[in-house]
């Protein structure tokens, strides 16, 4: 049993995306670590167990975001449209919607934000490149232009109001890899949620771009500037090699070329 003294524990903590692939499994795994943990989406969610509360939410309605963060001491924020749509989706879903939280976060006087963002700030990177935190933005779509506002903005929001955040650029957070370049981006769901106590709990955080990667045998991403979060990720890639199979089709060539996959060369969606 974790004592009181040295369980790390936040008061009430916002979990949005809830009822998300990420948010279910944080809906579990997050409840040792908030006295109240308040659940967000704008897709339906169980009901509430004990210690949680179910506060259903547009991210795009700034008034409804601004009751959502009212009494929360943290928020890890996982909501959003998580895939390459068309602009206006992604316009009101995760940059509208991130404003909203941060300016939510203002006024209610939350010190602390994780931020899921993505590996796709960086997809246009190649692949035999090792990023670290301070790498050049190259988003490859509307999507990781989106995660790349939502960085800038936290950022803001630290240096003007001293909230912090911690961005996730998260690879791809799956029970196990399933493609051959999950072998370098894979997360397991073990190291995410430890990702995401380190973010919550970490003594100083300021403004931080973390990789969400597992101990993968070859990866692109190096978290040395983020080593004060104490992650260390204990999952790997390298159980599953043989077992996924090369593509049945050469992948097309940007696609094998740069970091964000088939991300480069998705849409464009676009509709008049
Ligand atoms: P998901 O698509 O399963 O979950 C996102 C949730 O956000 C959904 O439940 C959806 O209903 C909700 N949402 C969408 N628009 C909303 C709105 N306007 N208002 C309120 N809620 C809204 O995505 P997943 O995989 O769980 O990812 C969680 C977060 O992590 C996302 O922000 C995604 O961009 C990010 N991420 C995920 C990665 C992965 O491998 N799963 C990799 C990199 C980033
Ligand atoms: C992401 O950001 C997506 O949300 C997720 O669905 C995966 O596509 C992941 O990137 C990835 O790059 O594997």
Redesign the pocket.
């Known amino acids: 049993m974790t004592s009181t003294l040295n369980r790390q524990l936040t008061n009430r903590l916002l979990l949005?995306?809830?009822?998300?692939?990420?948010?279910?499994?944080l809906r579990q795994r997050l409840k040792p670590h908030a006295s109240i943990l308040r659940l967000?989406?704008?897709?339906p969610l169980a009901a509430a167990q004990d210690g949680e509360e179910v506060v259903p939410?547009?991210?795009?309605?700034k008034a409804a975001v601004d009751r959502l963060v009212e009494d929360c001491s943290a928020i890890v924020?996982?909501?959003?449209?998580?895939?390459e749509r068309p602009f206006e989706e992604i316009l009101?879903?995760?940059i509208r919607?991130a404003f909203h939280i941060y300016e939510g976060a203002r006024r209610h006087g939350v010190r602390r934000v994780v931020f899921?963002?993505?590996?796709?700030v960086v997809g246009f990177h190649e692949q035999s490149a090792v990023l670290d935190a301070d790498a050049a933005r190259r988003p490859d779509g509307y999507?990781g232009l989106s995660?790349s506002f939502g960085e800038d903005l936290s950022r803001f929001y630290f240096d003007r109001y001293g909230i912090e955040t911690a961005c996730?650029?998260?690879?791809?957070?799956?029970p196990q890899p399933k493609d051959r370049r999950m072998l370098s981006?894979w997360?397991s769901y073990d190291d995410l949620v430890e990702l995401v106590r380190c973010a919550l709990f970490a003594p100083q955080l300021g403004h931080t771009i973390v990789y969400?990667v597992s101990a993968n045998p070859k990866v692109w991403w190096d978290n040395g500037k983020a080593s004060h979060l104490g992650f260390q990720p204990k999952d790997s890639s390298a159980p599953y090699n043989d077992s996924i199979p090369a593509p049945a089709s050469a992948p097309d060539e940007r696609a094998a070329r740069f970091q964000g996959g088939t991300f480069v060369t998705n849409g464009p969606f676009e509709t008049l």
Request: hydrophobic content about 40%; aromatic content about 4%; proline content about 0%.
């Open positions: 949005t995306g809830a009822a998300g692939a990420l948010g279910t499994v967000s989406d704008i897709a939410c547009d991210l795009a309605d924020h996982m909501g959003g449209i998580s895939v009101e879903a995760n919607g899921a963002s993505s590996n796709h999507y995660k996730l650029r998260i690879g791809s957070a799956y981006t997360l969400g």
